[in-house]
Every structure is written in structure tokens, then in C-alpha cells.
């Protein structure tokens, strides 16, 4: 029998997040991991700390922000990796009244140190932006390709991976711990994104798919080095591509990209862009939302040492990080979880 103190089952940016902390502390785990790719995987991989539609900070942020911000820059190091890459976001205006919203929102505390109060102009001549951009400062782009494909070597590497599907039937449950197969653990962690609907000991009430999907284009002469944020995100990706959207679509769990998604995407990159572009791909994913917008970290009282770290809806970069700290003071050193983040309120 192999014995760990946890069994980690998924790693996107949860299970990620998680080993980092356990690692911190000395604690022995195993991943369990498909290898099918999830959201984060699927994702923009953009580190925001602001909500660009209505000029407000994202939920908690400034307790997030900093936290996470030292994790990627500290797990850049460890991996010798750039994965964290410091990129402004250009918001494009749609008109006055949005100049002066944003002059009022860059005032408040909260947002002062993430809106940039002055202006910028356009001079790019591929992008239609009459009344110019605000500067979104703080934020990043993160390199998810590099960062997953990296990460799963260095598990594979220290034998700390398994790279299959994890069989819910195997578990047997203790009455001090849990054992799968031939591994014996104090707790089993789900970090399984949307997937953890197809966990039987999860209550499928509290999760809703919010898939999203994104074009791939190549457009040689649109130039754009920041992030763009239109109606929907341009984000470079080097060598003249660009990903572009995302989409939102509720209770679709569903891996395939859709036709619906592409034109909608076309017909919003169509007004804000004004120059040749080729679609090269189309990626979907399915992002892990609650309905409070919320986490859900914790276990069920039927089943204490069966543990779920899920919920990240659309901030996953943003929040992980800390999640997996605030998690792990839970399991070990038994300070309660915040409330609001605690998955025993979706079974109330
Ligand atoms: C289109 C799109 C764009 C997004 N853009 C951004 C963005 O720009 N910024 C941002 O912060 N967030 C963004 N998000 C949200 C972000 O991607 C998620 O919040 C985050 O990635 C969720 O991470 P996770 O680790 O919980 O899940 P996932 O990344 O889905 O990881 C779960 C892992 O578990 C594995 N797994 C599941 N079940 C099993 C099983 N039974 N056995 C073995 N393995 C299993 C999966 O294969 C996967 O590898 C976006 C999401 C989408 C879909």
C-alpha cells in the first residue's frame, strides 16, 4: 500500500495551486489526472483583477491579487519558466459616458492602484476605437500551455502523477482516512473543474456550466502587443495569432466547439477591428461557475474526508492561489471556511 497524507484528482490551476501549498508544508500527495484538457487548459489565462464591463474590482481582489501575484512569480522561479507575463489590458471605450465612468471608478480606492486615470488614444490603425482606451495596469497573461504541459512533467518526474481517469467506485471509505486502489490517504482533494458533475459524491446542484469558446486568428497587420478588451478580448499569442472572445453559454458541459459561437464572436471582433484576419482554430471550455459566484471548498458532513476545491467560475487565475492556502488551513489546522466559500451552504 502507498500511503500520502492526500490524493489531489485534477490539475488545472486548482490542483496546481494545491500542490504548491502542500509542497510549502512537506505534505505527501498523488495526483490523479486525466490528462484531458479542462479549463484552464481552455481558458484566456488572463490575470485580472478588475470587472471591465462595469469598471468595479473583482470580488476580493485586493486581498487576492497580491497573494496571487507572488505565487506565479515565485512558481516562474521554480520552474525556470516564463509563465507569468505582466501585459497592460486596453479597454475600449464606446463613448463619452464610459471616459467618464471610468474617470469616477479610477478615483475610488479600491481601483486606484488597477485603472490607469489617463486616457490613451488610438494610433493603431487596425483597431476602431474613436474615443480611445483606458489602461488596465496589474495585470498578466499566463502562459497555461507552458505552465500545464511543465507543471505534469515535474509530477511525472518525482512519481507524485498518475495519469488516468480516477475510478469512483475504487474508493473506500475509513473512518481516519480513505483508500483508492492501492493508495491510502488521510483525504481525497477533487480539484476537477466542470468534470466534477460526473462525481457521484458531489451535489450536482451546486455547480452550472458556463462553457466559452474562442477563435484563433492570424491577422499580420493588427500589431497589438497589450490585451485588447472590446466587446470581447483580442489576446496576442505571438507570431501575428490572436485568441479572441469568449463566448458564455449556461448548462452546456460539452467539449465540441460550436458554429453559433464562432459567428458570434466574428460579428463582435468585426466592430472593433478593421483589417484582414484568417481563422486559424477554435477552442472550448467549460468554465466551473456557481450560481452565488462563489468557490466551493470543503466537504459534506456525510463524507468528511472527501474534500472539494471547485467553484472558480471565470476568476480562476486570480483566486487559486489563495483558495488553496485558505483550503489547507482548513484541513490542517482546522480553521473554519469562510462561509461564503464553504460548499455545505449549496446542501442548506
Ligand atoms: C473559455 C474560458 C476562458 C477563461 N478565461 C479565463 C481568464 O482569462 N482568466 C481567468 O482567471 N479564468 C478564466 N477562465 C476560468 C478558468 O479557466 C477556471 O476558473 C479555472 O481554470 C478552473 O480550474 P480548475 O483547476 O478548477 O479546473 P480545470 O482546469 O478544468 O482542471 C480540472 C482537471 O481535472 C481533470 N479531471 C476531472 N475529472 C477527472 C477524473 N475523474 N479523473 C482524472 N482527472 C480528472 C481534468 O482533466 C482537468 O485536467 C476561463 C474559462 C474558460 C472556459
Excluded at 488597477?114 to 480611445?132: C, Q, R, Y
Excluded at 450536482?204 to 484563433?216: D, R, S
Excluded at 500589431?223 to 483580442?234: A, D, F, R, S, T
Amino acid at each position: 500500500m502507498i500511503e500520502k497524507d492526500y490524493i489531489i484528482v485534477g490539475l488545472g490551476i486548482a490542483g496546481i495551486s494545491l500542490c504548491e501549498q502542500l509542497s510549502k508544508y512537506n505534505k505527501s500527495f498523488l495526483v490523479i489526472d486525466s490528462g484531458v484538457q479542462g479549463s484552464t487548459a481552455n481558458s484566456g489565462g488572463v490575470f485580472n483583477p478588475t470587472v471591465l464591463k462595469r469598471f468595479t474590482a473583482a470580488w476580493n481582489a485586493s486581498v487576492f491579487f497580491p497573494f496571487a501575484v507572488k505565487f506565479y512569480t515565485g512558481l516562474s522561479e521554480k520552474l525556470n519558466l516564463k509563465i507569468f507575463t505582466e501585459t497592460p489590458i486596453l479597454r475600449v471605450f464606446k463613448s463619452v459616458e464610459e471616459q467618464n465612468n471610468w474617470s469616477v471608478a479610477s478615483d475610488k480606492n479600491e481601483l486606484q492602484q488597477f485603472l490607469s486615470a489617463e486616457f490613451l488614444k488610438n494610433t493603431n490603425p487596425s483597431v476602431d476605437a474613436p474615443f480611445g482606451f483606458g489602461k488596465v495596469l496589474g495585470t498578466a497573461q499566463i502562459q497555461t500551455d507552458i505552465l500545464l504541459s511543465e507543471y505534469r512533467n515535474l509530477l511525472l518526474k518525482t512519481n507524485n502523477l498518475l495519469a488516468e481517469v480516477f475510478q469512483y467506485k475504487d474508493v473506500v471509505q475509513k473512518d481516519n482516512g480513505v483508500i483508492y486502489k492501492n493508495i491510502s490517504a488521510k483525504k481525497i482533494i477533487f480539484a476537477e473543474g466542470s468534470k466534477v458533475i460526473d462525481n457521484p459524491f458531489f451535489p450536482k446542484q451546486a455547480i452550472i456550466a458556463n462553457k466559452g469558446e474562442y477563435i484563433i486568428i492570424k491577422a499580420p497587420d493588427l500589431h497589438l502587443e497589450e490585451l485588447l478588451k472590446g466587446p470581447m478580448y483580442i489576446i496576442p499569442m505571438g507570431n501575428n495569432k490572436y485568441k479572441v472572445g469568449a463566448t458564455y453559454s449556461r448548462d452546456d458541459y460539452g467539449p465540441n466547439t460550436t458554429e453559433a459561437a464562432k459567428g458570434e464572436i466574428l460579428s463582435n471582433l468585426k466592430t472593433f477591428i478593421d483589417c484582414p484576419f484568417e481563422i486559424v482554430g477554435q477552442t472550448a471550455g467549460v468554465r466551473p461557475t456557481t450560481k452565488d459566484h462563489r468557490p466551493l471548498l470543503g466537504s459534506l458532513a456525510e463524507n468528511p474526508n472527501l474534500v472539494f476545491f471547485n467553484g472558480l467560475g471565470s476568476r480562476g487565475f486570480l483566486m487559486a492561489p489563495l483558495l488553496s492556502e485558505i483550503l489547507f488551513n482548513f484541513l490542517e489546522d482546522e480553521e473554519s471556511l469562510p462561509q461564503e466559500m464553504d460548499i455545505q451552504r449549496m446542501v442548506m
